[in-house]
């Protein structure tokens, strides 16, 4: 053999720093991926060919491999023997003279039981399987490559036992069938990064639809909830339809599918082509006016082109993603909604950026460290005001340039700026000073466009000076001074209105004023009068137990129960029957207040607590267990059960319901009552 071709393989736990970025000297372009999930052993194993071209003279590559067994691995046929598969912990990377070539071809067979970014839950009688690659890198269970700026067409197929639907990135192509098993092959076609490879594998059923332009959208939903589908995809091709058109650019991939699991780690996930969602969204027609998936939906969708078609080079640049996708999902919403809705929705944004200005925690948007709260609604107020500033139709003009020339490409936020420069033919320098590189507000400005809504222009007088005011003369008040009835706009003016009258129960329209908020059928004007129950409406606080939402129906159970004991029992037997949203925030707060009602259905209590505590166990979502561990730690009803539920959660894959449980489970372990049974459970669990 030619010297020339032998390769001299070292495999070292080494992390490339980003001034030395590999794509400056190989591109890997393509990606077969065929893997075998076992849900029995929660293991994925299976095989990755890379195709790669090395742009320039190179002595090495590598290959993020964090924790896989590597077992086998071979560069254009040459098989590796000097790998040890079981000492992969880090970066794989292979030592050669590598000169610059096309169409080479990496191989490497492997073996991994993940411990992040691929997640085998249990749900029923079957276990979901799905990933979440952004911030816990594909690179735990694929071998592949964490730099955002190494764009791959990742082409994945994926065997598992024939009960199970599976979703991945791109199109369908082949189903194959054996005994027991399915073979599904996608086929992606287009460049992605890594952390937007996905899958999810589980028992569901699906609603086709088509958009406007001619692309499948495909809407999945668990067997048991067919009822669920309309209320929680509700707008979703009118959003589909209204993006490709305000956006200008058509959607960039083959189809768009969504899908729901138990436990998701955040509210969606914007995976190429595939939406991964909490299924704490698959909401029925009473939880639509609360808690719906509509923004999550459009947001999601939105990345579709800013995430996923155009990716932000790195963390300095995250507006590029989330400020869009913010800004595009309130256009959409605003498209469905109103105007109203578009501008309340930016007032709240700036008020919960005044708030994290207050406690000196702002920062300049292009800060890679800035919070959430500034990458999404800062980037989104930053939007709405380039496009006030330099005019529509320049703005969506320089938006479609920019997608068209980064098309499945890395961007920085002086390739946008230069678009829009571009453009409108205005130097934008004074615009990136002040909402780029300030972590100081204009807030001027932003009050000053605000007050373009006479909803918000409202808001903004009532804070500064009294609505609720009239004249007087010898006689007494001045009838024609008295506000007489609540405004007819949007709902926040009438809570504006009704929060200073509840301040002035004298003001002579009071009743009137809160009584035409009771006759009202606004439900968030009936859901904050639920919130306050005002003195001196006891039978008209009541009817808000029946009214269409389960916020209003848990406001007023506890706010009833607590304002008047003796009718406990009375509100109690007429929310029995209420379960609530997919959390059940009602359910669990009916039977809490049940077992502090002493004089209703005693008999029951041990019926109560063991229902309560059936919702702690992880055959629930972490929301429903949540609820219900903190209601049982408000009670101090801890039994057995539900303290190994709790110590079971102190061990969950979602960091937030983790937390929770860790610090409960630290602060009744220091509890003189519950100190010996813990520390006896958790060494009996260590035994099994």
Known sequence: MNIKYILIVLITFISFSAEAQQTEYVDFTKAEVEIYIDSDKKEVRGSVIYMFDILKETDSIFVDVKNIIVDYKDVNGFEQLNLNGDSIKNNGIIKSNFKPSLNNKLTINFHINPKKALYFVDKDDFTQVWTQGQGKYTSNWLPSIDDVNDKIEFDLTIITNSEYQVLSNGKLVKKEEFKGYNRWRFDMQKPMSSYLVALAIGKYSKKELTSKSGIPIELYYYLEDSAKVEPTYRYTKQMFDFLEEEIGVPYPWQNYKQVPIKDFLYSGMENTSLTIFSDDFMIDNTSFVDKNYVNVNAHELAHQWFGDFVTATEGKHHW???????????????????????????????????????????????????????????????LHILKEKVGEQAFKRAVINYLNRFAYKNVETQNFISEVEKASGQDL????????????????????????????????????????????????????????????????????????????????????????????????????????????????????????????????????????????????????????????????????????????????????????????????????????????????????????????????????????????????????????????????????
């Open 429 to 688: 320098s004074s615009f990136e000073k002040e909402w780029l590189l300030s972590s100081t507000l204009p807030l001027e400005k932003m009050r000053a466009t605000l007050k373009k809504n006479e909803g918000i222009a409202f808001l903004e007088t009532i804070e500064q000076a009294p609505y609720l005011s009239y004249r007087t003369d010898e006689s007494g008040y001045v009838p024609s001074s008295l506000v007489m009835e609540l405004p007819e706009g949007y709902y926040t003016q009438r809570i504006a209105v009704l929060n200073e009258a509840l301040k002035k129960p004298d003001y002579p329209t009071y009743k009137d004023l809160i009584t035409e908020a009771f006759n009202s059928n606004d439900i968030k004007t009936r859901q904050f009068l639920a919130q306050r129950i005002p003195e001196g409406f006891k039978a008209e606080n009541e009817t808000l137990l029946q009214d269409k939402s389960y916020l209003t129906v848990e406001y007023a159970l506890m706010n009833l129960w607590s304002k008047f004991p003796k009718d406990r029992s009375k509100y109690l037997e007429a929310t029995k029957n209420v379960v609530g949203f997919n959390d059940k925030n009602v359910r669990t707060l009916w039977l809490a207040l049940a077992l502090l009602t002493p004089e209703y259905s005693p008999e029951l209590d041990n019926n109560f607590l063991r229902e309560l505590t059936n919702y702690s166990s992880s055959k629930y979502g972490f929301q429903t267990r949540k609820n219900a561990l903190a209601y049982i730690n408000n009670l101090q009803v801890f039994n057995v059960d539900s303290l190994l539920n709790l110590i079971d959660a102190c061990s969950h894959h979602n960091w937030w319901f983790k937390s929770f449980a860790q610090d409960l489970l630290k602060s009744l372990s220091e509890d003189q009552k519950y100190k010996s049974i813990i520390s006896n459970l958790q060494e009996q669990l260590k035994k099994e």
């Open 320 to 382: 590029l993603q989330e400020g869009f996708a913010t800004y595009y999902a309130l256009l959409a919403e605003r498209d469905i909604f109103g105007d109203d809705y578009y501008y309340n929705t930016l007032y709240d944004y700036a008020k919960e950026l005044i708030e994290q200005e207050q406690v000196d925690e702002a920062t300049p948007l292009l800060d890679p460290k800035a919070s959430s709260t500034t990458f999404y609604k800062k980037g989104a107020w930053a």
